[in-house]
């Protein structure tokens, strides 16, 4: 499934996956679209599938200087060497009855590959939260049990809150408690194949809103950055919270191109 840029496949053996779901107010794939300009990751390659959307356009993290011709398509992967990290970047939502084919695949590609681990960037409705969720911080994480042993001290001094089991039915009181993500798109599927294949994944998530989801894609990004210190703040000033997150110029475009000036 995946094609490299160059002539030979590149080295990604103990990288940290990242990647998106595609989910609601596409949080991930703007949390990704983050990390990808911030850290000016080059492309190593794309998947060729046919479980997505078909689309392609213009170069989304172009600059003056650069290529604005480039051409990007549905699932593009990036890399950066220096920090181990990879990056899935998808672009369009799947087809019908094809998305767990994709999880599959994806995961059987991130084995053959030698990731170290997978982080998912996600998002689910804020209006399905329980009455604890409504009251607490709306991240909340989900790890496999095989990661559990490595990272879970570092999450917990984090003070991270994991994802609660609620009702499967939950217009049913005599039903079954599992983990439910709606509007999580893949997530779900994701996080039971790695469990079952007892791949090391992380989820992230974000309770939200649809509508303008960039501060959302912001706070998920540093939320994740909290843990694996992606990049560190400008100074050790008053500001240092401030982190130079450096927003792609295709955002410009995100709700469409303005309103012509001859309508008034």
Known sequence: MFVPCGESVPDLKNFTLLMPAVSVGN???LAIDLIIS????CKIGYFYTDCLVPMVGNNPYATEEEDWNELSINAEVYSLPSKKLVVLQLRSI??????????EKLLAWAESSCCARIIVLSSSHSYHRTDVQLRSTPFRYLLTPCLQKSVQNKIKSLNWLEMEKSRCIPEMS???FCIRIPGGGITKTLYEESCCK???MAVLLKFVSEGDNIPDAVSLVEYLNEWL????????GPVASVLPWKIPSSWRLLFGSGLPPALF
């Open 198 to 200: 007892e791949i090391q």
């Open 174 to 176: 005599d039903s079954e």
């Open 94 to 103: 799947f087809i019908k009855y094809k998305s767990k084919s994709f999880c």
């Open 27 to 29: 949080v991930g794939q």
């Open 38 to 41: 911030t850290l000016n990751m």
């Open 229 to 236: 210190q992606i990049i560190k703040p400008c100074s050790d």
